[in-house]
Each structure stands twice: as C-alpha cells, then as structure tokens.
Nanobody
Framework: QVQLVESGGGLVQAGGSLRLSCAASGRTFSSYAMAWFRQAPGKEREFVAAITYTSITTYYANSVKGRFTISRDNAKTTGYLRMSSLKPEDTAVYYC?????????????????WGQGTQVTVSS
C-alpha cells in the first residue's frame, strides 16, 4: 500500500512558478512509477508528466513540455513537479499517482494509488 499526499499548490500570476510535492508513505515507493495528472473544472483528468522509478526516463504532455519538470527523491519517498512559465490554462487540481508496474503510463487507468489533489490557480 502507498499513500500519497500532495502539497505546494496555490495562486500564482501568469508567468510565475510553483513546485508541487507528493509525499509517499511506504518503502515500496522507490519501485513505483510516478505521474502527475490534472483536472480542470468541467474537463476530464489529463496526463501531465511521468517518471520511471529509477528517474532515468521522463514523459511529458505536449502542453507542458519545456515548462514543467518532474523529479523524485526515493530516499525521501517524495515526488516533485516543478512548474514554470505558468499559463491560465494550467489552472486545475493536480494529482500525483503511483503505479506498482514501475513503468510509467500516460493513462490514468494504469495507476493504482492517488493523492487527494492540490489546487493550482494561475491568474492572467
């Protein structure tokens, strides 16, 4: 079992930056792939970024590529999403997710464990 708790969301002006954290319980986190998804009001949950358990490979949605950076510190059982050059369209609830498969996926269905989400609001 893995429990995930996100933090770091908030209100930021367009062009600003935020760093989201995802604190995981359980020593097995280091063997899990991790991802970030987001859901804006009235829209479906969408993939943002993912990282292998080794941190060797990362994946990004085209809409955030070059602006967001996913990382993790297995010793601290924590994942991160650094967001820069934020746009109003980045406004959403951001969720971290973990997959026991170890191999990241862009599909939410492949993730077993989810956090409660943290709100990110970007003002224009």
């Amino acid at each position: 079992q893995v429990q995930l708790v996100e933090s770091g969301g908030g209100l930021v002006q367009a062009g600003g930056s935020l760093r989201l954290s995802c604190a995981a319980s359980g020593r097995t986190f280091s063997s899990y792939a991790m991802a970030w998804f987001r859901q804006a009001p009235g829209k479906e949950r969408e993939f943002v970024a993912a990282i292998t358990y080794t941190s060797i490979t990362t994946y990004y949605a085209n809409s955030v590529k070059g602006r967001f950076t996913i990382s993790r510190d297995n010793a601290k059982t924590t994942g991160y999403l650094r967001m820069s050059s934020l746009k109003p369209e980045d406004t959403a609830v951001y969720y971290c997710a973990a997959s026991a498969r170890g191999v990241p996926s862009r599909s939410a269905d492949d993730y077993t464990y989810w956090g409660q989400g943290t709100q990110v609001t970007v003002s224009s």
